[in-house]
């Protein structure tokens, strides 16, 4: 079986490559084609995944290269983890944001639409030739904003693009060891968009265990999500948020941690990501030691400034444990593949699952996975406060998908204005004014 990697110089790839060295079940991914536009990230990356086999007799084996034809023909399943106009590209959304006082983030609220605007046109391209490329290949995408950019995609390859985010599963995996459970074994019902979701119940042998948690201030205040919402906040929504909404729920605060940070996220993973490719210039550098030092350093530095905010300290040693997106990427393809069924958190198109949607709307919701796909799992009505953000940011991804499809100023500055976390829409015009100056990528924005 053939996996292609778009993005394949990407610095998170060799997590993927180690799942699926993992995986020696028959029917297992055989042959790994990487894709990137930069060579020389392509050998770095190329060199950390040689290391990782090492020893490993049916470890799967690895092709670069920066065709893209190449690397989509005869390819089984898809990852999409690609990165347009790279971390530099990221540290620009977050400044020009902030500048205008408002977050940044390379998802939520300005910078999540800033990255959407430049994303969607090229996974657009890039859905279209998988499509004549590779037809009977599944995507899974996990390029961000993954709920906009996976429901960019399905507009032309239907349910073969699913989209996957490591955030609900790891909430859904902290709550249940706080609640002494096998992960494994607990039903996470989850729901909402991408980085825009709540747990509204963790079930356990059919109970719900969900209201035990929430009414134990010593066992809210046990992990991540405990401490950055608070147990009197967590209390009175009566679900766990996923650990994006804090953007929402504490935004004045973000904003103003991320304003007085002495560089912002992007900047921070820009310098340390070309410190390590710089690194692996050197034929004698240790590439997966190397690799490995920069991803803890990486993932201990995670979402600091919304911890310093909350005051919830450091990570702790379980929640920097691996198994995010790439295990969630092996258990999908595994489902897929050898009709292996399975439940998982993914991002699909609604079907009906929430009224307040209509159908062709990327959702993140419990799904069951079998070789048909992913079958969104029925859920209950969300709540008012919920219905409230999950409408308002649809309607602003639409209008971000409206702007690449046509070109629309006028739909760009719509997203902008829309976003709950953007407070004025001569705000939103000046947000379009400073990106398309700092993106040449987003000069197709000039139609009335």
Same mark, same amino acid.
Request: aromatic residues 6%; charged residues 25%.
């Given at each position: 079986?053939?996996?292609?990697?778009? !993005?394949?110089?990407?610095?998170?790839?060799?997590?993927?490559?180690?799942?699926?060295?993992?995986?020696?079940?028959?029917?297992?991914?055989?042959?790994?084609?990487?894709?990137?536009?930069?060579?020389?990230?392509?050998?770095?990356?190329?060199?950390?995944?040689?290391?990782?086999?090492?020893?490993?007799?049916?470890?799967?084996?690895?092709?670069?290269?920066?065709?893209?034809?190449?690397?989509?023909?005869?390819?089984?399943?898809?990852?999409? @983890? /690609?990165?347009?106009?790279?971390?530099?590209?990221?540290?620009?959304?977050?400044?020009?944001?902030?500048?205008?006082?408002?977050?940044?983030?390379?998802?939520?609220?300005?910078?999540?639409?800033?990255?959407?605007?430049?994303?969607?046109?090229?996974?657009?391209?890039?859905?279209?030739? /998988?499509?004549?490329?590779?037809?009977?290949?599944?995507?899974?995408?996990?390029?961000?904003?993954?709920?906009?950019?996976?429901? @960019?995609?399905?507009?032309?390859?239907?349910?073969?693009?699913?989209? /996957?985010?490591?955030?609900?599963? !790891?909430?859904?995996?902290?709550?249940?060891?706080?609640?002494?459970?096998?992960?494994?074994?607990?039903? /996470?019902?989850?729901?909402?968009?991408?980085?825009?979701?709540?747990?509204?119940?963790?079930?356990?042998?059919?109970?719900?265990?969900? %209201?035990?948690?929430?009414?134990?201030?010593?066992?809210?205040?046990?992990?991540?999500?405990?401490?950055?919402?608070?147990?009197?906040?967590?209390?009175?929504?009566?679900?766990?948020?996923?650990?994006?909404?804090?953007?929402?729920?504490?935004?004045?605060?973000?904003?103003?941690?991320?304003?007085?940070?002495?560089?912002?996220?992007?900047?921070?993973?820009?310098?340390?990501?070309?410190?390590?490719?710089?690194?692996?210039?050197?034929?004698? @550098?240790?590439?997966?030691?190397?690799?490995?030092?920069?991803?803890?350093?990486?993932?201990?530095?995670?979402?600091?400034?919304?911890?310093?905010?909350?005051?919830?300290?450091?990570?702790?040693?379980?929640?920097?444990?691996?198994?995010?997106?790439?295990?969630?990427?092996?258990?999908?393809?595994?489902?897929?593949?050898?009709?292996?069924?399975?439940?998982?958190?993914?991002?699909?198109?609604?079907?009906?699952?929430?009224?307040?949607?209509?159908?062709?709307?990327?959702?993140?919701?419990?799904?069951?996975?079998?070789?048909?796909?992913?079958?969104?799992?029925?859920?209950?009505?969300? %709540?008012?406060?919920?219905?409230?953000?999950?409408?308002?940011?649809?309607?602003?991804?639409?209008?971000?998908?409206?702007?690449?499809?046509?070109?629309?100023?006028?739909?760009?500055?719509?997203?902008?204005?829309?976003?709950?976390?953007?407070?004025?829409?001569?705000?939103?015009?000046?947000?379009?004014?400073?990106?398309?100056?700092?993106?040449?990528?987003?000069?197709?924005?000039?139609?009335?």
């Amino acid at each position: 079986m053939k996996l292609t990697i778009l !993005g394949g110089g990407g610095f998170r790839v060799p997590l993927v490559y180690g799942a699926l060295l993992g995986d020696h079940a028959e029917g297992r991914v055989s042959r790994v084609t990487l894709y990137d536009t930069d060579t020389g990230r392509l050998t770095a990356v190329a060199r950390v995944l040689a290391e990782q086999a090492r020893g490993i007799h049916d470890a799967p084996a690895v092709v670069a290269t920066d065709d893209l034809d190449e690397a989509l023909r005869g390819a089984d399943f898809v990852f999409s @983890a /690609i990165r347009v106009g790279g971390l530099e590209g990221r540290a620009a959304d977050e400044r020009v944001a902030l500048d205008e006082g408002v977050l940044g983030q390379e998802t939520v609220g300005a910078g999540g639409i800033a990255y959407g605007l430049r994303t969607v046109p090229v996974a657009v391209e890039l859905a279209r030739r /998988i499509a004549r490329l590779a037809p009977h290949a599944w995507v899974i995408n996990f390029t961000n904003p993954a709920g906009l950019v996976t429901e @960019a995609m399905a507009r032309h390859l239907g349910d073969r693009v699913i989209g /996957i985010c490591d955030s609900p599963v !790891g909430l859904g995996r902290r709550i249940a060891r706080v609640l002494g459970a096998d992960p494994d074994r607990a039903w /996470i019902d989850y729901v909402g968009l991408n980085h825009l979701g709540w747990v509204r119940g963790l079930h356990i042998e059919g109970r719900d265990e969900l %209201p035990r948690l929430l009414a134990d201030p010593a066992l809210l205040g046990s992990f991540e999500e405990g401490r950055l919402f608070g147990a009197d906040w967590l209390r009175s929504l009566g679900a766990v948020p996923n650990e994006y909404l804090h953007y929402y729920y504490f935004n004045r605060e973000a904003v103003r941690a991320y304003q007085d940070a002495e560089q912002t996220r992007g900047a921070f993973l820009r310098d340390q990501q070309e410190g390590f490719y710089a690194r692996m210039k050197d034929p004698d @550098a240790p590439a997966l030691t190397t690799w490995d030092r920069t991803r803890a350093e990486r993932e201990a530095t995670y979402m600091a400034e919304n911890r310093d905010v909350a005051g919830a300290g450091e990570r702790e040693e379980s929640d920097l444990e691996s198994g995010g997106y790439e295990q969630v990427a092996l258990a999908l393809m595994r489902a897929v593949a050898r009709n292996e069924r399975t439940s998982l958190i993914l991002d699909v198109r609604n079907r009906g699952t929430l009224s307040v949607l209509d159908a062709d709307a990327v959702i993140e919701v419990p799904c069951l996975v079998d070789a048909n796909g992913a079958h969104p799992v029925s859920v209950d009505p969300l %709540p008012y406060h919920a219905v409230g953000l999950v409408t308002a940011v649809k309607a602003v991804e639409r209008a971000v998908l409206e702007a690449a499809e046509t070109g629309s100023r006028a739909a760009a500055v719509r997203a902008f204005a829309l976003h709950p976390l953007v407070d004025s829409v001569s705000v939103a015009r000046r947000l379009v004014d400073g990106y398309t100056q700092v993106h040449p990528g987003l000069a197709y924005l000039d139609r009335p």
